[in-house]
């Protein structure tokens, strides 16, 4: 059985997506999950635009993931003998990663993830980035607890999706200058996917989930081969460790007016600490994701012929340790960003003092293995 899954934050572009699929899916099922208030779950079922089946279930626990382990994968699982093709249209702000893994782990052979979708509405996926609200305050999710911003889940989206429809509720009127802009961004931040409209002829893309895995890892760095303007993406590397204090004085104006910004420090008060960095639209936070691979690689317990991650940049001298930081933004500056990271390097004196010491504002110098985070 293929399962294409449709991830959205709006339910009425998911709709408009899973029927987009569904004309060029003939006889295939669509399914529609959604939760409601007090851990309420309406589930749908379509073939051909007629309704097969609706059904209501409680769960003690109403939260996203619940959702998806008691009733998404068991309504799957029971759906494989009815034909070769679901289209599951997934609970608004339920990550597509969260889903493909349970599927997978619930009913491993029996399927096979051909594509993962997101449905956005192109003119307001930049509203949506920077909405400094969360999914429950933004009315995207009835969970209270659930303090992810809409932008955290499009750009989580985004990196993991092989395909982006594009689809424009008819009850919003659509202006054309501000849609092409929201396209010209989809694009410029998930320039690995296929990018289309639900208007006819969808060629989705092919989901390979190693792939968007490594996507999604914590400090990884993809970027587009070119830019879509107005949007551009800016790289910067520095190979000696930041000085965290001067990092953290000019965080805010490396993160100022981008949409996205991502990577891996390497700072002087967490040496022995490869911390991912990511920041969407109004926050920005770190992340301690353990040991530099440099530093790993050493270890008694690594295997024989284990070497550096071949997407990883890699010093003979340092290692994959080292700074790497990519902007995504209108209007971004490389010249900025590059005289501000320089100024965080350290010096060669403050390399060569063995007595030096360095403040730890970010309050992220212990390695292990629950990794530990600091928001700005």
């Known amino acids: 059985m293929n399962v294409t899954v449709v ?8 709709q408009q997506a ?15 999950h959604d939760l409601l208030e007090d851990g309420l779950v309406i589930r749908r079922v379509f073939r051909e635009g007629r309704r097969l089946e609706r059904e209501e279930s409680l769960l003690e626990h109403g ?7 008691l009733d998404v994968v068991p309504t799957v699982g029971r759906l494989l003998e009815q034909g070769s093709h679901i289209i599951l249209g997934l609970p608004p702000a339920v990550a597509s990663v969260a889903a493909v893994h349970a599927l997978l782990k619930g009913l491993g052979a029996s399927i096979t993830i051909d594509s993962a979708v997101l449905a956005c ?3 307001a996926i930049e509203d949506q980035i920077w909405d400094h609200h969360t999914l429950f305050e933004s009315g995207f999710t009835p969970v209270p607890d659930d303090d992810r911003t809409p932008g955290e889940f499009l750009i989580g989206e985004l990196a993991f999706s ?10 919003v009127p659509v202006d054309p200058a501000i849609r092409d802009r929201g396209v010209q961004l989809v694009k410029e931040l998930a320039p690995h996917a296929k990018v289309t409209a639900d208007d006819g002829g969808i060629r989705p893309g092919r989901h390979n989930l190693a792939e968007a895995t490594a996507r999604t890892v914590p400090g990884s760095v993809r970027i587009p081969a070119e830019s879509c303007p107005p949007f551009s993406t800016v790289v910067q590397r520095i190979r000696r460790p930041l000085h965290p204090e001067r990092f953290r004085h000019a965080l805010a104006a490396l993160a100022e007016g981008c949409c996205w910004l991502r990577g891996r420090l390497w700072v002087a008060s967490a040496p022995g600490c490869r911390i991912a960095i990511q920041g969407v639209g109004p926050r920005v936070w770190l992340e301690n994701t353990g040991p530099w691979q440099a530093d790993a690689a050493s270890r008694p317990f690594m295997s024989a012929g284990a070497g550096p991650d071949p997407v990883l940049d ?13 902007v995504t933004g209108d209007d971004v500056d490389a010249a900025e960003i590059a005289a501000l990271l320089a100024a965080c390097e350290l010096s060669a004196a403050e390399m060569a003092s063995a007595a030096a010491s360095f403040p730890d504002p970010f309050a992220l110098n212990q390695p292990s293995e629950t990794p530990q985070r600091s928001t700005s």
């Open 63 to 69: 939260c996203l993931s619940c959702t998806v382990r």
């Open 121 to 123: 509405a192109p003119g």
């Open 18 to 32: 899973c029927a987009a699929l569904a004309a060029d899916s003939p006889g295939a099922l669509v399914v529609f």
């Open 314 to 326: 890699w010093h003979p001298e340092f290692g994959d340790r080292g700074t790497v930081l990519a």
């Open 7 to 14: 991830s959205s934050l709006d339910a009425f572009c998911r």
């Open 162 to 171: 092989d395909t982006v429809l594009l689809a424009d509720p008819a009850l």
